[in-house]
């Protein structure tokens, strides 16, 4: 069983920056195909962003030019750099491990439990 657990977020002004960190258990972290999700209540979880095995990026287009997804695999975990932050990136935000589908990325059931971020204006 893969064990994830999200660190980094809290609040921030609208302009400012965080990183979040994805710690994950699995040895195999190396193979994981990795991603952010974030969700606000009352709304259905939302991609963020991705990163292959070999360090192929995916984004959103809300969050494109402004977050960077990356992995460290000797450290067994994925960050999420956010600059610019806006109100609108407020929601908790999951780190995921998935798989590719064509250009489609899907997700396992293998979620963490969480980190709020919010964006004050």
């Known amino acids: 069983q893969v064990r994830l657990v999200e660190s980094g977020g809290g609040l921030v002004q609208s302009g400012g920056s965080l990183r979040l960190s994805c710690e994950c258990s699995g040895t195999t972290f190396k193979l994981y195909v990795m991603a952010w999700y974030r969700q606000v209540p009352g709304k259905e979880r939302e991609f963020v962003a991705a990163i292959t095995s070999d360090g192929g990026e995916d984004y959103a287009d809300s969050v494109a030019g402004r977050f960077t997804i990356s992995r460290d695999n000797d450290k067994y975990t994925m960050y999420l750099q956010m600059t610019n932050l806006q109100p609108d990136d407020t929601a908790v935000y999951y780190c995921?491990?998935?798989?590719?589908?064509?250009?489609?990325?899907?997700?396992?059931?293998?979620w963490g439990q969480g980190t709020q971020v919010t964006v004050s204006s």
């Open positions: 995921n491990v998935g798989y590719y589908s064509g250009m489609d990325y899907k997700p396992h059931n293998h």
